[in-house]
Structures are given as structure tokens and as C-alpha cells.
């Protein structure tokens, strides 16, 4: 089994800055993509931005230059660091990561139960 415990979300005023972690623990052989997703009340879950075994970023437009995405391999985490936050990105946050749990076997899905930002004054 693997397991994805987010951390850092809470409570921020309008232009603040979070700085979100999740750590992959259990039965890891590799990770291949991690990212980090959202979703807002009453609303569906949606990719905020992705990174690749060898680093290469995505980003959903609205958070393009405001959010940086990074991982440690050696430490199988991924974050997450939000700048000039705005009520808009107000949402639980899901760490997302792609694992191959044994030499041989399938890459599976696995999620984290999310960490909520909350974004106000």
C-alpha cells in the first residue's frame, strides 16, 4: 500500500503565501508523475500543476506565475508553494502521485485525502 499525507493548508488572507507538502510513503519502488489538484465547494476536482519524474512542470492557467510545483525523489514529496493567493483559490488540495509499487508491476493511481486553503480576510 502507499499512502499520500498532504500538509500546510489553512487559513490565509488575500495575497498571502502557502507552502503545501505531501510525503508518498509504504510500498514505493518508483514514482513517475506527482501533482497536485483541487477542488472547490460544489464544484469538480481540477489540476492545479503537475511534475514529472525528471522535473518537468505544468500548470493550470490561473495559477501560472504565482505557483511553483517542485519535488525531492530522494524523499519521495512533492510541494507546492502559492503566491499572491486570492479568495478564488480557495478549495481542499489533493497531492496526486503515479507509483510503481515492485520492479514489474503496474504504475497505479494513488491520492491523498487533501489539505483545505482557505483563502480570506
Same mark, same amino acid.
Given at each position: 500500500?502507499?499512502?499520500?499525507?498532504?500538509?500546510?493548508?489553512?487559513?490565509?488572507? *488575500? @495575497? @498571502?503565501?502557502? +507552502?503545501? $507538502?505531501?510525503?508518498?510513503? @509504504? $510500498?514505493?519502488? $518508483?514514482?513517475?508523475?506527482?501533482?497536485? &489538484?483541487?477542488?472547490? *465547494?460544489?464544484?469538480?476536482? =481540477?489540476?492545479?500543476?503537475?511534475?514529472?519524474?525528471?522535473?518537468?512542470? =505544468?500548470? /493550470?492557467?490561473?495559477?501560472? @506565475?504565482?505557483?511553483?510545483?517542485?519535488? =525531492?525523489?530522494?524523499?519521495?514529496?512533492? !510541494?507546492?508553494?502559492?503566491?499572491?493567493?486570492? *479568495?478564488?483559490?480557495? /478549495?481542499?488540495?489533493?497531492?496526486?502521485?503515479?507509483?510503481?509499487?515492485? +520492479? &514489474?508491476? !503496474?504504475?497505479?493511481? &494513488?491520492?491523498?485525502?487533501?489539505?483545505?486553503? =482557505?483563502?480570506?480576510?
Amino acid at each position: 500500500q502507499v499512502q499520500l499525507v498532504e500538509s500546510g493548508g489553512g487559513l490565509v488572507q *488575500p @495575497g @498571502g503565501s502557502l +507552502r503545501l $507538502s505531501c510525503a508518498a510513503s @509504504g $510500498s514505493i519502488f $518508483s514514482i513517475n508523475a506527482m501533482a497536485w &489538484y483541487r477542488q472547490a *465547494p460544489g464544484q469538480e476536482r =481540477d489540476l492545479v500543476a503537475r511534475i514529472s519524474s525528471v522535473g518537468n512542470t =505544468d500548470y /493550470a492557467d490561473s495559477v501560472k @506565475g504565482r505557483f511553483t510545483i517542485s519535488r =525531492d525523489n530522494a524523499k519521495n514529496m512533492v !510541494y507546492l508553494q502559492m503566491n499572491s493567493l486570492s *479568495p478564488e483559490d480557495t /478549495a481542499v488540495y489533493y497531492c496526486y502521485a503515479a507509483v510503481v509499487t515492485a +520492479r &514489474y508491476s !503496474y504504475m497505479r493511481n &494513488y491520492w491523498g485525502k487533501g489539505t483545505l486553503v =482557505d483563502v480570506s480576510s
